[in-house]
Antibody, heavy 118, light 108 residues
Framework: QVTLKESGPVLVKPTETLTLTCTVS??????????VSWIRQPPGKALEWLAH???????SYSTSLKSRLTISKDTSKSQVVLTMTNMDPVDTATYYC??????????WGQGTLVTVSS | QSVLTQPPSVSAAPGQKVTISCSGS????????VSWYQQLPGTAPKLLIY???KRPSGIPDRFSGSKSGTSATLGITGLQTGDEADYYC?????????FGGGTKLTVL
């Protein structure tokens, strides 16, 4: 079955760079018309889409965070990596990865809570 | 604020029907499929509706979706206490993904 699992630090300091890994199973990152998105949710707030990578390695980023984000994938390891630079306390959130099919995000990871604090 | 507009909250009694609206523009809902997500307290979002009105396997037919122009609607009939959750609409907007601000459903 399809699963996605996020991993990374639970605590980062302000100005540090966050690196999160999404490990997928049950599908290949080279499958056409599929990709992986990263989404975050600050405590008590709405979902915010961050970035996406397609099977052909095409990438797209949130306009407001584009300068701070980098998404990449390692198909052989079934992993998608998101880095976010210059972390700030307002970036405290649960970070999710999700599989993207053409018009939806059909499977989601359980999420990982990242706290930004000195 | 979110690109897609949803009411912050809706409520209804068990067994009743409720609808949740999602309003956008021609650059998003008007020219793309809409999907809906249910987020139960303390859990990850789950896909509820895709391509405007299709249900993934395992989603009961109490949940329905529709789209007209630049707006979409999620309908839930036969409300159950277990339906209490946050609901989000989502779609593409000029190659970027956008979500609505979410609607909290309370089953009174």
């Amino acid at each position: 079955q399809v699963t996605l699992k996020e991993s990374g630090p639970v605590l980062v300091k302000p100005t540090e760079t966050l690196t999160l890994t999404c490990t997928v199973s049950g599908f290949s990152l080279s499958n056409a018309r599929m990709g992986v998105s990263w989404i975050r949710q600050p405590p008590g707030k709405a979902l915010e889409w961050l970035a996406h990578i397609f099977s052909n390695d095409e990438k797209s980023y949130s306009t407001s965070l584009k300068s701070r984000l980098t998404i990449s994938k390692d198909t052989s390891k079934s992993q998608v990596v998101l880095t976010m630079t210059n972390m700030d306390p307002v970036d405290t959130a649960t970070y999710y990865c999700a599989r993207r099919v053409p018009a939806a995000l059909d499977y989601w990871g359980q999420g990982t809570l990242v706290t930004v604090s000195s | 604020q979110s690109v897609l507009t949803q009411p912050p909250s809706v409520s209804a009694a068990p067994g009743q029907k409720v609808t949740i609206s999602c309003s956008g523009s021609s650059s998003n809902i008007g020219n793309n499929y809409v999907s809906w997500y249910q987020q139960l307290p303390g859990t990850a979002p789950k896909l509820l509706i895709y391509e405007n009105n299709k249900r993934p396997s395992g989603i009961p037919d109490r949940f329905s979706g529709s789209k007209s122009g630049t707006s979409a609607t999620l309908g839930i009939t036969g409300l159950q206490t277990g339906d209490e959750a946050d609901y989000y609409c989502g779609t593409w907007d000029s190659s970027l993904w956008v979500f609505g601000g979410g609607t909290k459903l309370t089953v009174l």
